[in-house]
């Protein structure tokens, strides 16, 4: 399985941009990298996905290296509600079948 | 309005009990997913369905079962052969479960279940 590396913990003034890094130096050609974030005791809501072009949408921006081997997601103009941990993952599929693979997540936080 | 609806949003089980969380989606998605949370970890898949009447055991699945009998629906069972059960669960829907590697993943709000 691809598996993803990302910081434990960032801080980001508010107002400022939050760029937040993540590896997955084992992606396969056909992976696609995912971010979602988790705000408290809720389920973790989708931001962004991307295989190999930069993506933006309303919320973010995804920047993912040439190689592939890893990306950042960018948040603009970072707001208090901003606050919450931010899942990098990878979709693989095996034996016909998806998993998201998870890893520990960033706890990003966003300073008045 | 579409989305995924997991209840109870709190559950408390017994020694020796097995408890039934409900997920429901209006989505229309084939593909339905039960993860599991610890507190400070992420998420671990428990068990998935990429259509009814078919489910696969995820990394986790020891202690739990499931059925998929309805689209929209995908109930997960915590029986009492697990013994730490005390964790937060996370129900999640897509659009297919096979081959296409595009999908977006929606999640319910979750229940946590916690052992009296």
């Known amino acids: 399985d691809a598996k993803t590396t990302q910081p434990p913990s960032m801080d980001c003034a508010e107002g400022r941009a939050a760029n937040l890094p993540c590896n997955h130096s084992?992606?396969?050609?056909?992976?696609?990298v995912y971010w979602y974030r988790q705000i408290h005791s809720q389920g973790p809501q989708y931001i962004i996905h991307?295989?190999?072009n930069n993506e933006t949408n309303e919320m973010a921006s995804l920047i993912i290296t040439e190689d592939r081997k890893s990306s950042t997601l960018i948040l603009p103009h970072a707001t208090l509600r901003d606050t919450a941990v931010y899942y990098c993952?990878?979709?693989?599929?095996?034996?016909?079948?998806?998993?998201?693979?998870f890893g520990q997540g960033t706890r990003l936080t966003i300073n008045p | 309005d579409g989305g995924i609806t997991q209840s109870p949003k709190y559950l408390f089980r017994k020694e020796g009990q097995n408890v039934t969380l409900s997920c429901e989606q209006n989505?229309?998605?084939?593909?339905m997913y039960w993860y599991r949370q610890d507190p400070g970890q992420g998420l671990r898949l428990i068990y998935y369905?990429?259509?009814?009447?078919?489910?696969q055991k995820g990394d986790i699945a020891e202690g739990y079962s499931v059925s998929r009998e309805k689209k929209e629906s995908f109930p997960l069972t915590v029986t009492s052969a697990q013994k730490n059960p005390t964790a937060f669960y996370l129900c999640?829907?897509?659009?297919?479960?096979?081959?296409?590697?595009?999908?977006?993943?929606?999640f319910g709000s979750g229940t946590q279940l916690s052992v009296l």
């Open positions: 991307g295989l190999k």
């Open positions: 989505l229309n998605h084939d593909a």
């Open positions: 993952i990878v979709r693989v599929v095996i034996q016909g079948a998806q998993k998201l693979v």
């Open positions: 369905s990429q259509i009814v009447n078919d489910f």
């Open positions: 999640a829907s897509s659009q297919r479960g096979t081959g296409g590697l595009n999908e977006k993943l929606f």
């Open positions: 084992t992606i396969s050609g056909n992976e696609y």
